[in-house]
């Protein structure tokens, strides 16, 4: 979700008074926000609004880290804790990882916990918690219970052991406004990671690090450039910029493309044979200072050198690689509308040699009615648009013309063709945040969404898609980005206080809004079956790009899952 | 708990302030909104259930993450990582280092009767009974386009029973025994051609680093196109205003607000000093104005003197802050603040194609000096300044500037602006 309104009036100019004296030339002076908008604010603090699981969770939250860090210390609680796994099962063991997993097992304390802890861990380990809440279920009177998603992170030496637990907590309100007495504990699952040495190391100082962008770009956030650039090149906030590679000079290494925020060239990084990446945009000619969402390395003249296309606004700019890797030529196409152009994917979508291209877009930018509604299942965002090309230098809008105008008001952000019916042409996935994604079935260059029968419309807020055979099965299926929220998971089930009791007939679908990332089975014939649940996928976080990647080349995709919205100076998070 | 949405498809007054306020919250109040979240990694099991591994494999980064790219970049046969965030490290290529990998092979396609990238291809390969399949995609993710490599791990298989490339045009390339461990080519309808391992001697042995990041903020910001303040009136010690087009002389000119309490204004007033030679030979000239308020006027002109700046230089006064106040609204969008020392580099012409908001580093100050020298002056355009190019050309909002000017009351600058919007009018649409 990255809706970026600007509903709020700008500031009144105001002139100012004789300056004052501390280092403070002019203040920020924030917006002047109305009433309504201050109410708003207020309403974060979940006390407000009576929310009583969040005003427990805000309780329970710090607690729990506290009692789990207690119990691998030197005083644990007492309180009693059941389902202590006595021996956990293998479930992989190849030397440089090892998982094993239990169901079960026995009552005890918390002392006994953290000795089960300390065994899995071992002696030397240096242990961090991470805990978060997931539900919190009220009881009778003073009494409710949490549960809570934890991981331990051990480090020993180069080593490291990662335990993923379910625990559900029982709690009674003290009475004591800030109080919380610790009842019972219960672990509901339990899974153990050992690796003698972690499976991925740092090299990006070791890659990037000598260029002179390094200091001031690669190690500055685009928040931290936040106010340094120019406005003509538009501001970026959210961080909605990609990155391509491909091998623009024909020697075998892919170089890097990397889309930046407006104001900041976008940069071209050459893989040299010593192995760093070198920034070589001026000679290339790419440091295009356009906020540039994505970008798609292909040869589109077909010349047999990697050509750039870039997603600007919402038109596209084609750089052609003149065989030195400089890109001299430049083409715009021209989209449609003001809305700017998110990700980009190609493909052949009517086997006449050439390679057309799908553009998604997401807000509208008209301020009103731009704001996604209703928010579960929005139909009003920006048309994406289908780009079929004619020749090398000139492409049309063909969008409405082979059916992908069907369906075509969401909020798009990620969109992948794959011939999931196999049926030997391209079909089409695409990623909406606010609601149902499309699947749209190509036959024979004619576009039909058939998400809804197929199975695949995965109703959340979808912001990326990926696709493997993750069961060699041999057909593909569908990783998709959402977002997890634990706060959607507490708050969405509560049937008479959600939305204020009314329209549960919708709950659900914000239930499922909160559950995060989904996994889709293809059944073989392009319909669908959602295993996230018992693949244990979904709980990523604010995902974006989540993608399959075989890590240890054993034939099974993995999936990496980036996640997170907005970091900003305040930890406490909304 | 902000106003939720509405069942129906008609945003409500409550649901749309709900949105604002919460935007607020995040691009101006410095919340965050799931900010710290950790990246993940699963590993798929070959049961049902894959593995949350994220810490075992180092990959819990907290990077507001976007995108992740599949790259064997050290080309030794496992697949790197290579991660685009919006937080710093904006970039992160994260080498795999899994010491039991299986074996691998890798293969590059070029299309004949189909397109030349022969995005499409699907190729499954058959190893140890087990049917593999990857295909050549163009986009996939999150704004991300992954290699046109094809990457198959394989387990222990050191040969593949048979490898089958079903090319978009409907066409098959059969092959059996391929051994793995190794990389290919594939010119559609031929053989398959080695490709020899990239042995990068770099990599032998090396270690990861942790990205340190720092807390030195940016002060510099870059125009992408000029903004003319000829008009502005600067405040003298002792002489009346005057315009900074009375100022223009044969260079540059930097305006420099700043406090005589700030000690980052003294830093920075010391470095000028120590590059004043290299100041008069680029024929900058520095214009200090104080913003301590008039009845500092004469400590402000003592202190300067100490510093060896003998120049033009004044008080900054009410207009001139509000001017800026304008002028950072127009190249910034808002008015963000700004501390001391605050500096506008102008060009010999008086346009504007700096400013640092907090003290400039000098030696980057001289190397922009360079840059300006380059920079052609009847040209609008500044884009070289900010380090790139522009797709398209882009116009100062000279229309608003007279606008907001005209609403302070500040008459003369408003009045340059219209005329300028009326010139640029008035003037054949330039190509760029």
Known sequence: ?574 | MTSQSPAGTEPTDAYQQAWSAIQNMVMNEGESWSGREQNHLFLNTGTSRFADVSFAAALDHIDDGRCVVPIDWDDDGRLDLLLKNRTAPRVRLMRNTVAGAGRFLTLDLEGVDCNRDAIGARVEIVANGKTFVRSLRAGEGYLAQGSKRLHFGLGDAKTVETMNVFWPDGSVDAFSGVKSNSRYSLLQGEDLKRRPPHTVAAYKDMEGETVELENRRISRLALVEKLPLAALRIPGFDEPDRRVAALRGQGPILLTFFSLDCPDCAREFRAFSRRKSDWDKMGLKIVPLCVDGTERRLEARAWLSEQGFVDFGGMADAWLLSALEVVMGEIIGRYPGTPTPTSLLLDREGQLVLFFQGRMAAGELLRDLRALEKLNPRDTSSSSMAGGRRARRVERDFEGLADDFGALGMNDMADFYRALAERRASEVEPSD
């Not at chain 1, 604010?41 to 729990?64: F, M, N, S």
């Not at chain 1, 009881?139 to 052991?161: C, K, Q, T, W, Y």
């Not at chain 1, 798009?412 to 606010?434: C, I, K, Q, R, T």
């Open chain 1, 1 to 574: 979700m990255l809706v970026a309104l600007a509903i709020l009036a700008l500031p009144r100019l105001i002139p100012l008074q004789e300056p004052g004296k501390d280092s403070v030339l002019l203040p920020d002076r924030g917006q002047d926000l109305p009433e309504w908008a201050l109410e708003e604010q207020k309403r974060k603090d979940p006390g407000v609004d009576q929310w009583r699981t969040e005003v427990l969770h805000d309780l329970a939250k710090p607690k729990i880290v506290a009692i789990l860090e207690a119990a691998v210390g030197d005083k644990p609680p007492m309180a009693e804790v059941s389902g202590i796994p006595e021996a956990a099962e293998i479930v992989v063991d190849r030397g440089w990882i090892a998982i094993r997993r239990a169901e079960g097992g026995a009552d005890g304390d918390f002392a006994a916990l953290g000795d089960r802890i300390w065994e899995t861990m071992g002696e030397d380990a240096v242990i961090h918690v991470h805990a978060k809440i997931v539900r919190i279920f009220l009881g009778d009177a003073r009494d409710f219970s949490s549960s809570v998603l934890v991981r331990m992170d051990g480090i020993a030496g180069e080593g490291r052991v990662q335990i993923n637990l379910g625990l559900d907590v029982h709690w009674s309100e003290s009475g004591n406004d800030a109080d919380l007495i610790l009842n019972a504990a219960e672990v509901t699952s339990w899974e153990e990671i050992s690796v003698p040495r972690p499976l991925f190391a740092d090299f990006t100082k070791r890659i990037f690090g000598k260029n002179t962008n390094w200091r001031n770009e690669t190690l500055k956030g685009v928040g931290e450039w936040r106010d340094r650039t120019d406005r003509l090149m538009g501001r970026s906030f959210i961080g909605a910029q990609g990155v391509a590679v491909g091998d623009v000079n024909g020697d075998g290494r892919d170089e890097i493309y990397l889309c930046q925020q407006g104001g900041i060239p976008n940069r071209l990084y050459m893989h040299t044979p010593g192995g760093d990446a070198a920034d070589v945009t001026a000679q290339a000619q790419l440091g295009f200072l356009e906020n540039t969402r994505a970008a798609l390395f292909l040869d589109i003249d077909e010349d047999g050198h990697q050509d750039l296309v870039m997603a600007m606004g919402p038109n596209l700019l084609l750089a052609f690689n003149d065989g030195q890797g400089v890109f001299r030529e430049l083409v715009p196409i021209e989209g449609e509308g003001v809305e700017d152009i998110y990700s980009l994917a190609a493909a052949d979508f009517d086997g006449d040699g050439d390679l057309d291209i799908y553009a998604c877009r997401y807000v509208l930018n008209g301020l009103l009615g731009g704001v996604p509604t209703p928010y579960h299942d929005a139909d009003n965002g920006a048309p994406n648009l289908f780009f079929r090309q004619e020749t090398s230098h000139r492409w049309v809008l063909a969008t409405d013309e082979v059916g992908l105008g069907e369906n075509n008001r969401k909020f798009s952000l990620a969109a992948l063709w794959e011939d999931f019916d196999g049926d030997g042409d391209p079909d089409l996935y695409v990623a909406n945040d606010f609601g149902r994604n499309n699947f749209y079935r190509n036959d024979e260059g004619r576009f039909t969404d058939v998400a809804d029968v197929a199975g695949a419309e995965d109703l959340a807020a979808g912001m990326g898609v990926s696709s493997a055979d993750y069961d060699l099965d041999g057909d593909w299926d569908i990783y998709v980005s959402n977002m997890f929220s634990a706060a959607g998971q507490r708050i969405a089930p509560q049937a008479n206080r959600f939305m204020g009791g009314e329209n549960q007939d919708i709950h659900g679908h914000y239930v499922r809004h909160a559950r995060g990332n989904t996994l889709l089975e293809n059944l073989g014939d392009g319909t669908f079956r959602d295993v996230t649940d018992e693949a244990g996928v979904a709980v990523g976080g604010w995902a974006w790009g989540g993608t399959f990647v075989d890590i240890d080349n054993d034939g099974l995709p993995d999936i990496h899952s980036p996640d997170g919205f907005v970091t900003n100076r305040e930890t406490d998070d909304l």
